[in-house]
Nanobody
């Protein structure tokens, strides 16, 4: 069992940066693949980025590649999403999630979800 709590969302101007954090609790956190998803207004939840339990392998959606970076600190039970060069189309509720699968890029692959944090990119 893993409990996830996201933080770090907010309002930012286009071109700005934010860092989201996801604090996890649960004794087996370190063995989970961790992912970030987002859901914009009127849209389906979409994959953003994933990091495998060892932390040395990541994968990002094409829409955020080169702008967003996922990382994790297993000693702190925390996964991060550094978001740079933000665009209005990045506006969404961002969720972190935990999966026991090695390759997990769709919502159905994830067993545990946080409550989400709102990111709004607007001038």
């Amino acid at each position: 069992q893993v409990q996830l709590v996201e933080s770090g969302g907010g309002l930012v101007q286009p071109g700005g940066s934010l860092r989201l954090s996801c604090a996890a609790s649960g004794r087996t956190y370190g063995r989970y693949t961790m992912g970030w998803f987002r859901q914009g207004p009127g849209k389906e939840r979409e994959f953003v980025a994933v990091i495998y339990w060892s932390g040395d392998s990541t994968y990002s959606a094409d829409s955020v590649k080169g702008r967003f970076t996922i990382s994790r600190d297993n000693a702190k039970n925390t996964v991060y999403l550094q978001m740079n060069s933000l665009k209005p189309e990045d506006t969404a509720v961002y969720y972190c999630a935990a999966s026991l699968l090695f390759r997990a890029v769709v919502p159905g692959d994830y067993a545990y979800w946080g409550q989400g944090t709102q990111v709004t990119v607007s001038s």
